[in-house]
């Protein structure tokens, strides 16, 4: 069975991989390499890196980076969620997601968001599923391998923190 637990500097090499594999999909970001560790983690929210891993490796990753430094955007952060290929459709994305969003709240997060490719079928249903809703589409938003995309902008709104 899969565990998740909190980032550990020691996972990089086995997240870096996890990551160049989604790279090489062409589906999941617009990066066209893994980051160093360093510019990596400095775009993470603090505890709110999170991997799923079994008794041999880690399985997927997951994390939030904030939108804004902006005081009045404090509570809103962006989502990352990769899995391994060989874990793909296990359930392991359905773990973090939801570990992720319990994190979100325990930090004070309100707003979720994630910009998806609309050809990452299986993204957009897994936010979907944990409450997720298209809040639009930005058209030709970026251009990869000399292509426009488009991504899915989705929102999650947390039903406990900024209800008041």
Same mark, same amino acid.
């Given at each position: 069975?899969?565990? %998740? &637990?909190?980032?550990?500097? /020691?996972?990089?090499?086995?997240?870096?991989?996890?990551?160049?594999?989604?790279? !090489? +999909?062409?589906?999941? +970001?617009?990066?066209?390499?893994?980051? =160093?560790?360093?510019? $990596?983690?400095?775009?993470?929210?603090?505890?709110?890196?999170? #991997?799923?891993?079994?008794?041999?490796? %880690?399985?997927?990753?997951?994390?939030? @980076?904030?939108? =804004?430094? *902006?005081?009045?955007? @404090?509570?809103?952060?962006? #989502?990352?969620?990769? #899995?391994?290929?060989?874990?793909?459709?296990?359930?392991?994305?359905?773990?973090?997601? /939801?570990?992720?969003?319990?994190?979100?709240? /325990?930090?004070?997060?309100?707003?979720?968001? !994630?910009?998806?490719?609309?050809?990452?079928?299986?993204?957009?249903?897994?936010?979907?599923?944990?409450?997720? *809703?298209?809040?639009? &589409?930005? /058209? *030709?938003?970026?251009?990869?391998?000399?292509? $426009?995309?488009? +991504? %899915?902008?989705?929102? &999650?709104? =947390?039903? #406990?923190?900024?209800?008041?």
């Amino acid at each position: 069975m899969y565990q %998740i &637990r909190d980032f550990l500097k /020691e996972d990089w090499n086995q997240v870096k991989f996890i990551y160049e594999a989604g790279i !090489a +999909t062409g589906h999941a +970001t617009f990066e066209t390499r893994a980051p =160093s560790f360093d510019h $990596w983690i400095a775009s993470a929210v603090p505890g709110c890196t999170l #991997v799923a891993f079994n008794d041999k490796a %880690i399985l997927g990753w997951c994390k939030l @980076s904030a939108v =804004s430094d *902006r005081c009045v955007y @404090s509570g809103v952060a962006e #989502v990352s969620i990769y #899995v391994h290929p060989d874990a793909q459709g296990k359930g392991v994305g359905n773990l973090l997601l /939801e570990a992720l969003i319990k994190r979100s709240e /325990e930090k004070g997060f309100w707003t979720l968001q !994630a910009g998806i490719f609309p050809e990452n079928t299986s993204s957009l249903a897994l936010h979907e599923k944990h409450g997720f *809703r298209e809040i639009g &589409r930005r /058209e *030709r938003i970026g251009k990869m391998h000399g292509k $426009w995309r488009d +991504t %899915i902008l989705l929102e &999650r709104r =947390s039903r #406990v923190v900024g209800v008041e």
